[in-house]
């Protein structure tokens, strides 16, 4: 059936196959191969056989590779079969591959036990109010700010480190030189000097003025931080805007003689209007505080930045809304340019009371707009101050800032103006 030379090929690789598998080592040839001569034949004595039953040229190079099998050099022994030489070796590999990883694990899994919880801004929208909660019981770093500009900007910079404060966990701490510290007595930030607040300090620097900054909310509470920047958005504290409220409390003496001034000033709204004075629901009178800011917003350098101003038509326009919308509206005007002021309202058509506190001691005008109903401001941050604290409707001017200016580019209306506000 077979020639001589494919019955040795078949039988050698019978015991190549015999020798590889344990448990094989005494597998005999079939009897049809009893008569083949057990030997080791070199694998191209089948391969050069000129019989056309003879092995083809893949099997040739099975048989090869077969061979190679057998000359193959003992394994060497398992990992647990090492001296203690190597053994120690191998430790030491798997610990400097396996101890930072370790670390960093348990380093990640305690900062997310100590992380405060996520914040999600809804757009547009107002979020939670986490006034009550309380992360105290870990603050262990500082956060401070380096104080720039009038009132306005200082209570957006106090404000927001406030609010980022107690959302990473950190103790806000600010100049108890600056103008906001000597405006509100009640603030709950630590006072302190400014040398004090400038050591070892590392800085966080916004990237733009009037747009909210999402990073802020995930900054490392293990180190002392330093803001720079103005952080003019409601969103860096609106979490804990009942909290902020108490803290932005006037004194005593500069509430009582703003009480005084509106109640002078709808007092002559009801005599001239109805010649009597009446306390019923009927006669109830709306404040509307309007500030109006100009000065050095028409500066030439301030103008090239992309500073405005309003102008006669959207004050009209928004005091028309108010008048329309309520029976009896005071207007009560806080200007650094009352003489413009003066020119171009309509004191006719509107009840306007300009204040009479001193521009110098600018906490008398802030307390004056917090304490009006409702709001009409136009540019700046004293205004928005003031609307933000007064708490009702609020009327904005939808011109600012300029159109194509850096301060346009830097600037975001959703993170700046409340959803709730009017634009005009």
């Avoid at 909310?217 to 003019?232: H, K, T, V, Y």
């Avoid at 707009?369 to 409702?374: A, G, I, R, T, V």
């Amino acid at each position: 059936m077979f020639n001589q030379k494919t019955q040795d090929f078949v039988y050698r690789n019978m015991a190549k196959f015999a020798a590889l598998l344990p448990g094989l080592d005494g597998l005999r040839p079939r009897d049809e191969l009893s008569g083949v001569v057990k030997r080791v034949l070199k694998p191209t004595d089948a391969c050069n056989d000129p019989n056309p039953n003879s092995l083809t040229s893949s099997e040739c190079s099975r048989s090869s590779a077969s061979d190679s099998v057998l000359k193959r050099k003992p394994r060497k022994g398992r990992w647990w079969q090492l001296n203690s030489g190597q053994m120690v070796s191998l430790m030491v590999c798997l610990a400097i591959i396996n101890i930072p990883i370790i670390c960093i694990y348990i380093g990640y899994s305690i900062g997310m036990y100590f992380m405060p919880p996520a914040i999600h801004l809804p757009s547009p929208g107002i979020i939670m109010d986490m006034a009550s909660m309380n992360y105290s019981w870990y603050n262990t770093h500082n956060v401070t700010i380096k104080f720039l500009g009038g009132l306005g900007n200082q209570m957006f910079q106090y404000a927001s480190l406030y609010g980022l404060g107690k959302a990473n966990g950190l103790r806000p701490l600010i100049d108890d030189q600056s103008i906001v510290a000597k405006t509100f007595q009640v603030l709950r930030a630590r006072r302190t000097n400014e040398l004090d607040a400038g050591r070892d300090y590392g800085s966080y620097l916004e990237r733009r003025s009037n747009a909210f900054d999402q990073r802020t909310f995930s900054l490392n509470f293990m180190r002392n931080i330093r803001l720079e920047g103005f952080f003019q958005s409601w969103r860096y504290f609106d979490h804990i805007r009942s909290d902020l409220r108490k803290q932005f409390a006037f004194r005593t003496g500069v509430a009582k003689l703003v009480d005084e001034f509106l109640h002078e000033a709808g007092t002559n709204f009801l005599l001239k209007h109805h010649g009597e004075i009446r306390t019923d629901n009927k006669f109830e009178v709306k404040f509307v505080g309007v500030h109006i800011r100009r000065g050095d917003f028409l500066d030439g350098y301030n103008v090239k930045k992309g500073y405005t101003v309003a102008d006669k038509v959207y004050l009209d326009k928004a005091m028309r809304y108010y008048e329309n919308k309520y029976k009896m509206v005071v207007f009560v005007i806080c200007s650094d340019d009352f003489a413009w002021s003066q020119e171009n309202l309509d004191s006719d058509k509107y009840f306007i009371m300009y204040s009479k506190f001193p521009a110098s001691n600018p906490q008398f005008d802030m307390c004056l707009l917090s304490k009006c109903n409702h709001s009409i401001i136009t540019v700046g941050t004293f205004g928005w101050w003031g609307a933000w604290l007064a708490g009702g409707e609020t009327v904005y001017y939808r011109d600012y800032p300029q159109m194509q200016s850096p301060l346009r580019d830097n600037f975001r209306f959703n993170d700046y103006y409340l959803p709730q506000w009017i634009a005009m």
